[in-house]
C-alpha cells in the first residue's frame, strides 16, 4: 500500500470521525441508522488500516531478508561471495602453472657445470608444476581485508607446501592500505606484476635478486601502500620468510617502492618507478643471520640448479636499488629495469663487494589487445582476448615478445683467496617467446632461450664457458 493511499484512508477516517461527533449527534436531520452507518465505515477503515500496517511490515521483512541474503557470481570464473549488507566478501581464487623444458647442451658443458658446483647431473629435462596456489581474499566490517595464498608447487623443494601470502590489511583511508602478516612484499616492476600476467615464464634474474635481499614471497612485513590517479607508494618493514628455520636472529629489511604513471595519449601510458630495500640486519635468501647471498636460476626453473651464485658472505648490511621503466602504446610494450647490489662487509680489511643486473624485453600483442595499467599495484595486467576462441569462431590473443637480461655477480674474481674477490658468474640470456591466450582463464607460453654463462670453478681455477639453448612451455590455468 502506497503513502498516498495511507494519507487518503486516514483523511477518510478524520472525517467519518469527526461526523459522528456528538455536536453532529445533536443536528436534527441526523438519524440513529446514519450514526451506525458511518460507526460500520469507521470500523471497516481502521480494520483496513490494520491490513495496511501488517503487510507494510511483511513487505519490509521481505526486502530486508533479501538485503542479508548472500549473494554469489562468478565474474572471470573467480567464485565470490558477498552477504546483502556488503559487510564480508571473500572470493576464491586460484592458479596452476605446469610447465615443461628441454635444455640442449653437450657432454662438454654438462662437465663443466658439475666443476662449478652447481649441478653434477648438468640441466634436468622435464615437467614441473611451478605452481599450485589456492586461497581466498576479501573484505569484513567494509574497511578491513584480507588474503590467504598457499603454494605446493615449486622448482625444488624449498618453497613447496608452504604460505605465500596471509596477512590482514586496513583500507579506512581513501587510496591507502596499511598490511600485517605474511606478505609478497612489492618490489620491483617485473616482480609487482602477478606471475598470472608476467610476459615471460619466469621473471628477469635483475629481479629475482632484487627481491631475495628481504622481499619476495611470504616475508613477515607490516607497512603500508597507497596510490592516488598517477603516483604509487609503498614501505615495508620485513623480517624472514613464512617456514625458515629460526635459529638465530631474524633478518631486519626496509623495503621501499615508488611510481609515477604519465599518459601522454589515449591508450598509453607511461611507467617511471625506483625500488630499494636496505638490510640492516641481513639474512638473506633462507642463510645465517649475518650472510648475505646472491643467486638465481637462468630464467628458468625446470631444473632446480643455480649457475650464477656469489655463495654466502659475511655482512653487516647490505642494499639494493634501481630503476623502473616501462611505457605502452596500444598492443605495444616495452618494459626495463636496473639493479644495483651492494654489500657492505663485516671484515675491515675485505673490501666491500658490488653487483649488477639488468633486463630489457618488448611484447606486442599480434591481435591488438590494448596493454591494461593498474595504478593500485603500479603494474601491468594480463591480456584478455577481445575475440575469446571458438571452433569457427574467435582466434583468442596472441602476444609476441622478446628479451634480453644481463647479470654481472663478478668482484675481483681474478683474485678470488687473496683479495676478497668473488666468482659468482656473468650470465647473459635472450628470450623470445609466443604466449596464446584462448580465453580469460587460460594461456599457453612457448619460449626459446639462448644462455651464456662464464665462470670460475671453485678454488678460483680457470673460467668456464657454457653456452646452451632451451625450449620451454607453459599450461596455465588461473581465476
Same mark, same amino acid.
Given at each position: 500500500?502506497?503513502?498516498?493511499?495511507?494519507?487518503?484512508?486516514?483523511?477518510?477516517?478524520?472525517?467519518?470521525?469527526?461526523?459522528?461527533?456528538?455536536?453532529?449527534?445533536?443536528?436534527?436531520?441526523?438519524?440513529?441508522?446514519?450514526?451506525?452507518?458511518?460507526?460500520?465505515?469507521?470500523?471497516?477503515?481502521?480494520?483496513?488500516?490494520?491490513?495496511?500496517?501488517?503487510?507494510?511490515?511483511?513487505?519490509? #521483512?521481505? %526486502?530486508?531478508?533479501?538485503?542479508?541474503?548472500?549473494?554469489?557470481?562468478?565474474?572471470?570464473?573467480?567464485?565470490?561471495?558477498?552477504?546483502?549488507?556488503?559487510?564480508?566478501?571473500?572470493? %576464491?581464487?586460484?592458479?596452476?602453472?605446469?610447465?615443461?623444458?628441454?635444455?640442449?647442451?653437450?657432454?662438454?658443458?654438462?662437465?663443466?657445470?658439475?666443476?662449478?658446483?652447481?649441478?653434477?647431473?648438468?640441466?634436468?629435462?622435464?615437467?614441473?608444476?611451478? /605452481?599450485?596456489?589456492?586461497?581466498?581474499?576479501?573484505?569484513?566490517? /567494509?574497511?578491513?581485508?584480507?588474503?590467504?595464498?598457499?603454494?605446493?608447487?615449486?622448482?625444488?623443494?624449498?618453497?613447496?607446501?608452504?604460505?605465500?601470502?596471509?596477512?590482514?590489511?586496513?583500507?579506512?583511508?581513501?587510496?591507502?592500505?596499511?598490511?600485517?602478516?605474511?606478505?609478497?612484499?612489492?618490489?620491483?616492476?617485473?616482480?609487482?606484476?602477478?606471475?598470472?600476467?608476467?610476459?615471460?615464464?619466469?621473471?628477469?634474474?635483475?629481479?629475482?635478486?632484487?627481491?631475495?635481499?628481504?622481499?619476495?614471497?611470504?616475508?613477515?612485513?607490516?607497512?603500508?601502500?597507497?596510490?592516488?590517479?598517477?603516483?604509487?607508494?609503498?614501505?615495508?618493514?620485513?623480517?624472514?620468510?613464512?617456514?625458515?628455520?629460526?635459529?638465530?636472529?631474524?633478518?631486519?629489511?626496509?623495503?621501499?617502492?615508488?611510481?609515477?604513471?604519465? #599518459?601522454?595519449?589515449? #591508450?598509453?601510458?607511461?611507467?617511471?618507478?625506483?625500488?630499494?630495500?636496505?638490510?640492516?640486519?641481513?639474512?638473506?635468501?633462507?642463510?645465517?643471520?649475518?650472510? $648475505?647471498?646472491?643467486?638465481?636460476?637462468?630464467?628458468?626453473? $625446470?631444473?632446480?640448479?643455480?649457475? %650464477?651464485?656469489?655463495?654466502?658472505?659475511?655482512?653487516?648490511?647490505?642494499?639494493?636499488?634501481?630503476?623502473?621503466?616501462?611505457?605502452?602504446?596500444?598492443?605495444?610494450?616495452?618494459?626495463?629495469?636496473?639493479?644495483?647490489?651492494?654489500?657492505?662487509?663485516?671484515?675491515?680489511?675485505?673490501?666491500?663487494?658490488?653487483?649488477?643486473?639488468?633486463?630489457?624485453?618488448?611484447?606486442?600483442?599480434?591481435?591488438?589487445?590494448?596493454? #591494461?595499467?593498474?595504478?593500485?599495484?603500479?603494474?601491468?595486467?594480463? $591480456?584478455?582476448?577481445?575475440?575469446?576462441?571458438?571452433?569457427?569462431?574467435?582466434?583468442?590473443?596472441?602476444?609476441?615478445?622478446?628479451?634480453?637480461?644481463?647479470?654481472?655477480?663478478?668482484?675481483?674474481?681474478?683474485?678470488?683467496?687473496?683479495?676478497?674477490?668473488?666468482?659468482?658468474?656473468?650470465?647473459?640470456?635472450?628470450?623470445?617467446?609466443?604466449?596464446?591466450?584462448?580465453?580469460?582463464?587460460?594461456?599457453?607460453?612457448?619460449?626459446?632461450?639462448? $644462455?651464456?654463462?662464464?665462470? /670460475?670453478?671453485?678454488?678460483?681455477?680457470?673460467?668456464?664457458?657454457?653456452?646452451?639453448?632451451? %625450449?620451454?612451455?607453459?599450461?596455465?590455468?588461473?581465476?
Amino acid at each position: 500500500m502506497t503513502l498516498r493511499k495511507i494519507l487518503l484512508a486516514s483523511t477518510a477516517l478524520g472525517a467519518a470521525a469527526l461526523l459522528a461527533s456528538p455536536a453532529f449527534a445533536g443536528s436534527a436531520a441526523a438519524s440513529q441508522g446514519e450514526i451506525d452507518a458511518l460507526k460500520a465505515q469507521v470500523e471497516a477503515l481502521t480494520q483496513r488500516l490494520d491490513d495496511i500496517a501488517i503487510q507494510s511490515g511483511n513487505d519490509i #521483512k521481505e %526486502i530486508k531478508e533479501k538485503q542479508d541474503a548472500v549473494q554469489i557470481d562468478f565474474k572471470d570464473g573467480k567464485p565470490t561471495f558477498r552477504t546483502g549488507d556488503g559487510l564480508f566478501t571473500m572470493s %576464491i581464487r586460484g592458479r596452476a602453472h605446469l610447465d615443461s623444458a628441454a635444455y640442449n647442451l653437450d657432454a662438454s658443458d654438462t662437465a663443466k657445470l658439475a666443476t662449478l658446483g652447481s649441478s653434477t647431473t648438468g640441466l634436468n629435462s622435464g615437467f614441473n608444476f611451478r /605452481r599450485a596456489e589456492l586461497g581466498a581474499e576479501g573484505t569484513f566490517m /567494509r574497511d578491513w581485508g584480507y588474503k590467504m595464498n598457499f603454494q605446493w608447487g615449486d622448482s625444488g623443494n624449498e618453497k613447496a607446501s608452504t604460505i605465500k601470502d596471509l596477512y590482514v590489511s586496513y583500507n579506512g583511508i581513501k587510496g591507502v592500505s596499511i598490511m600485517a602478516g605474511a606478505i609478497q612484499t612489492f618490489m620491483t616492476l617485473d616482480d609487482s606484476t602477478s606471475s598470472n600476467d608476467i610476459t615471460f615464464i619466469e621473471r628477469a634474474s635483475a629481479a629475482n635478486l632484487a627481491t631475495s635481499l628481504g622481499a619476495g614471497d611470504g616475508r613477515m612485513s607490516f607497512g603500508a601502500r597507497g596510490n592516488t590517479e598517477n603516483f604509487y607508494g609503498s614501505l615495508f618493514y620485513t623480517a624472514e620468510t613464512v617456514g625458515q628455520a629460526n635459529t638465530s636472529n631474524e633478518g631486519s629489511n626496509v623495503v621501499a617502492r615508488t611510481a609515477y604513471r604519465i #599518459k601522454p595519449m589515449e #591508450k598509453s601510458n607511461i611507467h617511471l618507478g625506483l625500488s630499494g630495500t636496505y638490510a640492516m640486519d641481513p639474512a638473506a635468501n633462507g642463510g645465517t643471520a649475518g650472510q $648475505v647471498r646472491f643467486r638465481d636460476r637462468p630464467e628458468l626453473r $625446470v631444473d632446480p640448479s643455480r649457475i %650464477i651464485d656469489t655463495g654466502a658472505i659475511a655482512a653487516d648490511s647490505a642494499y639494493v636499488v634501481g630503476p623502473e621503466l616501462a611505457g605502452n602504446i596500444g598492443p605495444v610494450k616495452l618494459q626495463g629495469e636496473y639493479y644495483y647490489y651492494s654489500i657492505d662487509r663485516t671484515s675491515a680489511t675485505l673490501p666491500d663487494p658490488d653487483f649488477n643486473s639488468w633486463y630489457l624485453q618488448a611484447s606486442w600483442t599480434l591481435t591488438g589487445e590494448e596493454y #591494461k595499467y593498474s595504478m593500485e599495484e603500479a603494474a601491468y595486467k594480463g $591480456v584478455k582476448p577481445s575475440s575469446p576462441f571458438t571452433l569457427g569462431g574467435g582466434l583468442g590473443a596472441w602476444e609476441l615478445a622478446a628479451r634480453y637480461s644481463q647479470t654481472d655477480m663478478n668482484f675481483n674474481e681474478t683474485s678470488v683467496s687473496a683479495a676478497g674477490g668473488i666468482a659468482g658468474g656473468e650470465q647473459d640470456i635472450i628470450t623470445v617467446g609466443l604466449n596464446w591466450y584462448p580465453i580469460n582463464n587460460v594461456r599457453m607460453m612457448f619460449e626459446y632461450l639462448d $644462455v651464456s654463462v662464464d665462470k /670460475r670453478a671453485t678454488g678460483g681455477a680457470a673460467v668456464q664457458s657454457i653456452d646452451y639453448d632451451a %625450449i620451454a612451455t607453459r599450461l596455465q590455468f588461473a581465476f
